[in-house]
């Protein structure tokens, strides 16, 4: 007889965590079979590719939109659906850092309508990083109704925070969700027999009173940089800690003289990591902090790199 597949999310914003947290999860499931389905924001996919590369399950891959958002939804449940007939144990969904859960009761519905296998939706998993949490839900809708809408909240990054700084990121989720627990971390670590626990918890507040979500918040832009040519590493390096600046989350792949390069920054810093993904020249992806920055990007983009460039705004699909 099939075994029921445990159903969960995890979620939380750009650069919070989310793949450590997952891939520390993986490591505690080694004799378990695992489906992974990984959301990237944006339309190249990043993490998906990394996950496949470093872990070997298999990933489906929904690119162009958010697993909560209405323009992927569809696609999204025929691959939870999908995934249900095959003979695995836990079924992991790593959403989108910009995802809104806003409608995840009508999603959960449409699967249990359309699922033919038993499943157990265990619930969602939000990673909050506290260095931008307590900026992040006062400007962001998406980050709000992620915290709110969790069944279990992990604080990751401790260490980068002071005892006074992490106190008011843990007053903050206790008021936004209070009945969630809440894990206090670094690095992703979770203890074993935690983790089981939630697992064997039961959903019992989607339908609980949640905070209310303003809808009016501002909504980041999504700007792809694209083009044909190999950029020159140097220029490269001297334009993304420029661009990162502006951002909350700077990531692509980039062909350059030194070959190709996996770009993920912050606007604390961007790392460059040899790639085997195949690419002519570079598709970049930047979310910006700073509101409609598209001038300002192609202005660096010239001044430091000079090569042909195409920039086209993108996300206000993904959102709603």
Not at 54 to 70: A, K, L, P, R, T
Not at 199 to 210: D, F, P, T, Y
Not at 258 to 285: A, C, H, Q, W
Not at 291 to 316: F, H, M, N, P, R
Request: net charge negative; hydrophobic share 40%; with cysteine.
């Amino acid at each position: 007889m099939k075994e029921t597949v445990y159903l969960y999310f995890i979620t939380g914003f750009l650069g919070s965590g989310k793949t450590t947290f997952l891939k520390e999860i993986l490591n505690m499931l080694p004799k378990e079979k695992v489906g992974l389905i990984v959301n990237e924001f944006g339309q190249i996919n990043v993490d998906g590719q990394i996950i496949t590369t470093d872990s070997g399950y298999e990933v489906v891959e929904i690119n162009n939109g958010q697993v909560f958002c209405g323009c992927v939804s569809g696609n999204f449940v025929d691959s939870i659906c999908e995934y249900l007939t095959l003979p695995i144990r836990h079924l992991i969904v790593e959403t989108s850092g910009m995802a809104n859960p806003h409608n995840i009761q009508d999603i959960l519905a449409n699967v249990e309508n359309r699922a033919s296998e038993d499943y157990e939706y265990k619930g969602m998993i939000c990673i909050v990083d506290p260095t931008k949490a307590m900026m992040l839900v006062e400007s962001l809708n998406a980050v709000r109704s992620q915290i709110s809408k969790s069944e279990f909240l992990v604080i990751n990054k401790a260490d980068l925070v002071t005892k006074e700084e992490l106190e008011e990121v843990q007053g903050m989720v206790a008021e936004l969700n209070p009945t969630a627990p809440v894990l206090v971390t670094s690095f992703g670590k979770i203890d074993e027999e935690m983790f089981l626990s939630f697992l064997k918890g039961e959903v019992s507040r989607l339908n609980a009173q949640v905070q209310n979500i303003e809808q009016s918040i501002l909504r980041p832009l999504n700007y792809l940089l694209a083009g044909k040519e190999p950029v020159p590493y140097e220029k490269l390096v001297e334009f993304s800690k420029r661009a990162a600046k502006l951002s909350y989350r700077y990531k692509g792949y980039a062909n350059t003289d030194r070959g190709v390069m996996l770009v993920s920054g912050l606007d604390t810093g961007v790392n460059y990591t040899p790639s085997d993904y195949k690419i002519e020249g570079f598709d970049l992806v930047l979310i910006s902090s700073e509101g409609d920055i598209k001038d300002e990007i192609e202005a660096l983009w010239q001044a430091y790199v000079g090569t042909a460039l195409q920039i086209s705004e993108k996300g206000k699909e993904y959102w709603d």
